[in-house]
């Protein structure tokens, strides 16, 4: 499972996320969209345009991708199976 977390270096809600998925060992891929215009582009293209942070992009094993807008704990808990 690829999970990549779209964030700024500011947002509150992306490190309470971050810290979230670290206590619980699963590991992902952080881009931060207010260093990169090319990864603030990408991630509009995966969210139909919006730019509210956290984004999260879980790639299931079956090649499945599932989007988390905000720090949902209970979409991520569902798709990632965390008890």
Not at 23 to 43: G, H, N, R, Y
Not at 44 to 66: H, Q, R, W, Y
């Given at each position: 499972m690829?999970?990549?977390i779209y964030s700024t270096t500011t947002c509150p809600y992306c490190k309470m996320l971050k810290s979230y998925l670290s206590e619980k060992s699963v590991a992902f891929t952080e881009k931060l969209i207010d260093q990169d215009q090319t990864t603030?582009?990408?991630m509009a293209n995966l969210s139909g345009g919006f730019l509210g942070v956290p984004f999260t992009v879980i790639e299931k094993?079956?090649?499945v991708k599932e989007t988390v807008i905000g720090f949902d704990k209970n979409r991520i808990n569902s798709?990632?199976?965390i008890q």
């Amino acid at each position: 499972m690829n999970i990549t977390i779209y964030s700024t270096t500011t947002c509150p809600y992306c490190k309470m996320l971050k810290s979230y998925l670290s206590e619980k060992s699963v590991a992902f891929t952080e881009k931060l969209i207010d260093q990169d215009q090319t990864t603030q582009e990408e991630m509009a293209n995966l969210s139909g345009g919006f730019l509210g942070v956290p984004f999260t992009v879980i790639e299931k094993p079956d090649g499945v991708k599932e989007t988390v807008i905000g720090f949902d704990k209970n979409r991520i808990n569902s798709i990632v199976g965390i008890q």
